[in-house]
């Protein structure tokens, strides 16, 4: 059975291909992308129950597809196998992805009991990516830092309490899926967990 690869390896990794990743065409990245979404993310979590998973989905999907850039990070955890994936293969790819993704916020953020969200500020980061520092304010309960990795203007990864990476450990999970299964063995999965995450 192979060993999981370590978090430093993978951030390693990481940064390797960010190295390589084209810029962002001259664009700047800030928070207001991040102040934009919390905002979004507010409102439905207010709405929770009204909604129920079916609507806090429906309001999510397109906010997660404008701030988060599902194709780089679909790309990054896939690594060599997007290489050698085909167009129709790369598609269905990336609508597991954003299914998986999406279910996960709506399935997470389910009630309201007083929380706000709060920018700290923003930093550069390595290979050109800028750090976007915020926190989960949830009294009484102590706040839970995010720092969000940005290329360009759109999120490309999730750090939690500045140590665990949301596409680190999602290529660490997909690595063994796609090893054993590849490309539609990975859409399967995904697929499956989306489904879970979004039946009330």
Do not use: C
Not at 71 to 83: D, E, N, P, Q, Y
Not at 115 to 141: A, C, D, N, W, Y
Request: hydrophobic share 40%; proline share 6%; net charge positive.
């Amino acid at each position: 059975m192979k060993r999981p690869i370590s978090l430093p390896k993978m951030f390693f990794s990481i940064a390797l291909l960010f190295a390589i990743l084209p810029g962002g065409a001259g664009a700047t990245p800030t928070s207001d992308v991040i102040e934009r979404f919390h905002a979004n993310l507010l409102s439905v979590m207010k709405e929770a129950r009204t909604l129920g998973l079916q609507g806090r989905y429906s309001r999510l999907e397109p906010e997660i597809e404008q701030a988060f850039n599902l194709t780089l990070m679909v790309r990054i955890a896939t690594g060599s196998f997007w290489k050698k994936a085909n167009e129709a293969q790369r598609k269905d790819l990336l609508s597991s992805f954003k299914r998986i993704s999406v279910s996960t916020y709506a399935s997470q953020f389910n009630s309201f009991s007083g929380q706000s969200f709060r920018t700290l500020g923003e930093k550069p980061g390595p290979q050109k990516t800028q750090l976007v520092e915020t926190q989960i304010m949830r009294p009484p309960k102590a706040p839970v830092k995010i720092t969000y990795v940005m290329k360009g203007d759109r999120i490309i990864d999730v750090l939690l309490d500045n140590s665990i990476s949301e596409l680190a450990v999602r290529r660490s999970e997909y690595r063994y899926i796609l090893s054993d299964s590849g490309i539609p063995g990975l859409i399967n999965v995904l697929n499956e967990k989306a489904n879970k995450l979004i039946q009330e």
